[in-house]
């Protein structure tokens, strides 16, 4: 009997102490992480989405943590230990088949969107593979009062009918939506493709940045380009032609094909939302990039789409952007 | 070097043993490897079906057949149906045979088997209905269905710890050490994953890391390592290079591998101290995982052209490399620099199938192979085994290289930054790779299931004895002790 006490009570008692100092002391205390600024916790329909979420296992080709380092930065700011107090099971992940969605809420705001990619991601973004979620909804022939049918391309949507989201798929879109980063001071929210060289200007000091800028800069076509593929094409597609009903052609587009490049600068710094464009108004929200994207960036990406399917429109500078972003919304 | 002859000599006899015991231990251990057999077909067509939705996201995309539904039941399944069935069922063997007694209880074996059946059954089932208990990586399962699985850990455990309390001589041969230590760390990791109190937020993200390394490297590797301790030595029918080694590597595993959880979970919002303590302990690591490869090469030397002839031994000799190469990787890829290029890239997925399979899958059916026929007096073809492994090891090779590469190739699209999609399309061509790898990889697994068949219940093959002629490559080791 000697030496199996020695051998598996010694072994097993030399686990537990380990176990106990690495992993359950640790956890006990970070079981008590506060809240950071604003962190809320989730609504019912939140949370109900949450679990749609685990539950059809998004959280294994999506992380939801972003690191502090310069490749996550497209991503939002570092994540905190305040941000994960509501956030249990955890849903951090360990790949990334697909993009981060720790910010998407801010990035992706529309609940559209949302529900078009759900349905068959390739109707949004062409190259994707990540499964269609069309599970998620109903066809039906007509949406019944208070429901509203989701804008599916004619090329992606079913024979037949209308398509609606299920309760489900409700709750989930509400989970999504809810994925926003708060602000934390001292922590900057860096986005974008240009956060890495220059450092965006905060929220609460909009244009601290600018003037210093503006003599160097000179239109980058490659970045422009990669920054719209990266920040813009989901919506407005990588022919400028967006998708009917919910997003609007950037190609003709009356803000973007005009000399004065106001609105189109004002858009992009603050969003839109309700709009009516050629006729046509739209319900789904255009996000804000100005807490993303620095000046030079957006000049970038204006003027990528001021040059591009046919518009031709007189180039802006980081000036130009510099000067709507201090007048404010 | 302490020489085990005796250690060895003493397997596979023993004085309370009668020819009714040697049937029933022959039938626990058939039963759990037929058991596991159909896990692996089941969860690696799964496996497969997954790779080929990463090139037809819309293929069988309804509700029960979603990707983020079957691929913790892939997971789940290889680890928990197939790897521990297989492992278990060949260290009750072992630990009986090496013990020089029968085993304490057939009944709780048999007890056990089902528990472990039941919690797969149900866990693939709760999986697939959408019960996911958050993507938290090896323990999506609802909790009772875990607690389940507990109980059949602990009905092994005190089936095995009986077993070898009724030894026939003082010393506990080293296997047991590796097998019983790995089923009560293991009892531990089960009940740190279950207990609630702990995991909230943040909180349960330490667990998570603590847990997905622990259940791989304080389950699955110490049992593997028990069945070598005993499987090589038999096969090669030659004592382990040297005892005392095993022993270091035994204790340092213990005191290493537990502390090394949180490289998972580098850059996270974890304390940094956590995340310092796993990578400077990944380091460590290398002990163990070095002093037990060469223990295991130095038991193999001068029988390496034997390798070819005795496919149970080529398939040891695998799952030796990989071990050491899969682990010295895990090592490498712990580092801050390297982890910021592969972290979250498929680069893992392929580090986990270099492990997972090129070293305990391969250790399995080693094991399979050298003492299944031993139990139960019928050897498979070569045929059947000679397919099973070049099916097998060219199918993991190019899955790991393919994800290899293509993992570096995403990480390094990501540090440039360039839009997020590109990353996507670059895989492509890897993905791609990775299903061929996979199809090969299945069918080897057909060949196995085949063998199982010949060595249980089917018509024997033509394969001779696992157990080598000891004097092939005695001289080789002559002229080396000369020299």
């Given amino acids: 009997m000697k030496p199996m006490l020695a051998i598996f009570g010694g072994a097993l008692a030399i686990y537990v102490v380990i176990v106990l100092l690495i992993a359950v002391g640790p956890a006990i205390d970070l079981s008590r992480t506060p809240a950071g600024p604003d962190v809320q916790p989730l609504t019912q329909l939140q949370a109900e989405g949450r679990e749609v979420f685990a539950g059809n296992g998004c959280g294994y080709c999506h992380t939801q943590q972003v690191r502090p380092i310069p490749e996550d930065q497209v991503f939002g700011r570092p994540s905190a230990p305040g941000d994960f107090t509501y956030q249990t099971p955890e849903l951090l992940g360990s790949e990334r088949t697909g993009p981060d969605l720790t910010n998407v809420g801010n990035t992706k705001p529309s609940d559209v969107w949302q529900y078009i990619h759900l349905y068959d991601p390739r109707a949004v973004v062409p190259e994707s593979i990540m499964p269609n979620f069309k599970f998620l909804f109903r066809v039906v022939d007509k949406a019944p009062p208070g429901e509203t049918a989701v804008p599916v391309p004619a090329q992606f949507a079913p024979a037949r009918g209308v398509v609606i989201p299920t309760q489900q798929a409700k709750a989930l879109v509400a989970y999504l939506l809810s994925l926003k980063q708060t602000p934390i001071p001292g922590y900057s929210m860096n986005g974008g493709m240009g956060g890495m060289t220059s450092a965006a200007p905060s929220p609460s000091a909009p244009a601290s940045s600018a003037p210093a800028a503006a003599g160097a800069y000179s239109y980058d076509a490659g970045k422009g380009e990669a920054l719209f593929t990266a920040n813009c094409s989901a919506c407005h597609q990588t022919t400028g032609e967006g998708i009917p009903g919910a997003f609007p052609p950037l190609k003709g587009n009356a803000a973007v094909d005009n000399d004065d490049p106001t609105l189109h600068i004002h858009t992009v710094l603050h969003g839109a939302h309700g709009v009516t464009i050629g006729g046509v108004k739209y319900t789904s929200v255009m996000p804000p990039f100005a807490g993303q994207l620095s000046d030079a960036d957006i000049a970038d990406i204006v003027n990528y789409e001021r040059s591009s399917w046919g518009n031709h429109s007189k180039h802006v500078t980081t000036a130009d952007v510099a000067a709507v972003r201090a007048k404010g919304k | ?483």
């Fill in chain 2, 1 to 483: 070097m302490a020489v085990t002859a005796q250690d060895l000599s003493r397997t596979g006899s023993g004085p309370v043993r009668s020819e009714r015991d040697d049937h029933e231990l022959a039938s626990i251990f058939t039963a759990y490897t037929v058991s596991a057999t159909f896990w692996l077909l089941f969860a690696t067509a799964i496996g497969l079906l997954l790779a080929f939705k990463f090139g037809a996201p819309d293929f069988w995309a309804a509700k029960y057949l979603t990707f983020g539904r079957l691929r913790p039941i892939h997971t789940n399944d290889t680890f928990y149906g197939f790897a521990s069935l297989a492992l278990v069922g060949a260290a009750y063997y072992v630990a009986a045979r090496s013990c020089g007694t029968r085993l304490y209880s057939t009944k709780l074996a048999w007890i056990g088997l089902w528990l472990f059946n039941l919690a797969a059954i149900a866990g693939t089932i709760a999986l697939d209905l959408g019960y996911n208990w958050g993507d938290l990586e090896y323990r999506e399962w609802p909790w009772p269905i875990r607690v389940v699985f507990l109980a059949a850990l602990l009905v092994t455990a005190w089936n095995l710890i009986a077993t070898v309390a009724r030894r026939s001589s003082e010393d506990i041969y080293l296997s047991n050490w590796y097998i019983v230590a790995g089923v009560l760390w293991t009892i531990v990791i089960a009940t740190v994953g279950v207990l609630p109190w702990y995991q909230y937020g943040l909180g349960q993200v330490a667990i998570s890391g603590y847990y997905m390394h622990n259940a791989v490297g304080m389950w699955f590797t110490p049992l593997a390592l028990g069945l070598f301790y005993y499987a090589i030595p038999k096969v090669l029918n030659r004592p382990i290079y040297s005892y005392a080694l095993g022993v270091l590597a035994f204790w340092t595993n213990l005191l290493f591998y537990p502390l090394l959880g949180g490289h998972h979970f580098l850059f996270s919002p974890l304390p940094w101290w956590l995340q310092t303590t796993a990578i400077v302990f990944s380091v460590a690591m290398l002990v163990p995982v070095w002093a037990g490869s060469a223990n295991f090469l130095l038991t193999m030397r001068g029988r390496y052209h034997g390798r070819i002839e005795s496919y149970p031994l080529a398939f040891l000799f695998v799952a030796v490399i990989c071990y050491l190469v899969g682990s010295t990787q895990g090592t490498v890829e712990a580092f801050r620099s390297l982890q910021a290029i592969w972290h979250f890239t498929s680069f893992t997925v392929g580090h986990s199938h270099l492990t997972m399979y090129g070293f305990v899958a391969f250790a399995a059916w080693g094991a399979v192979y050298a003492l299944l026929p031993l139990a139960t007096g019928k050897n498979p073809g070569r045929l059947g085994m000679a397919v099973h492994f070049w099916l097998a090891l060219v199918g993991v090779s190019i899955y790991v290289i393919a994800l290899s590469i293509g993992g570096t190739v995403q990480g390094l699209d990501w540090v440039h930054k360039v839009p997020f999609i590109q990353s996507v399309v670059d895989m492509e061509p890897y993905y791609l790779w990775r299903g061929v790898g996979g199809i090969l990889m299945f069918l080897s697994h057909i060949a196995f299931a085949w063998n199982v068949w010949r060595m249980t219940a089917g018509t024997p093959g033509d394969a001779a004895s696992p157990i080598m002629d000891p004097s092939v490559g005695k001289e080789v080791i002559e002229r080396e002790v000369v020299a």
